[in-house]
C-alpha cells in the first residue's frame, strides 16, 4: 500500500491536530515541518497481524455441504452465466 505524503507547518500542526491525526488514521503520511525544513513524519500506525485459526477454518469447511459435481464444470458453468 503506497502512502500519501502531504505536510504542515509546526502551527498548522498545534492548530488542527485532530483533523491530522484522522487523515493519517486513513492512510495519509504528514511531516511536519519547522521554516519549511522537515522535523517529524506522522504515519499510521500498523497494527500486529491476527494468528488464523485453522481449527476454526476446519470446522467451517467440515460442516459444508460437498459438491456433487465437478468443481471444473461448476466453474465453467458460472462463467458462461456471466458470474
Known sequence: ???ERSS???AQAKAR???ILARVESGEEVVITRRGIPVARLCP???PKKALDLRAIDRV????PRAKGSSTKLIRQLRDEGY
Not at 469447511?61 to 459444508?64: A, D, G, I, V, Y
Open 1 to 3: 500500500m503506497k502512502l
Open 8 to 10: 504542515v507547518s509546526v
Open 17 to 19: 491536530l485532530s483533523e
Open 45 to 47: 500506525e500498523r497494527r
Open 61 to 64: 469447511r467440515e460442516s459444508l
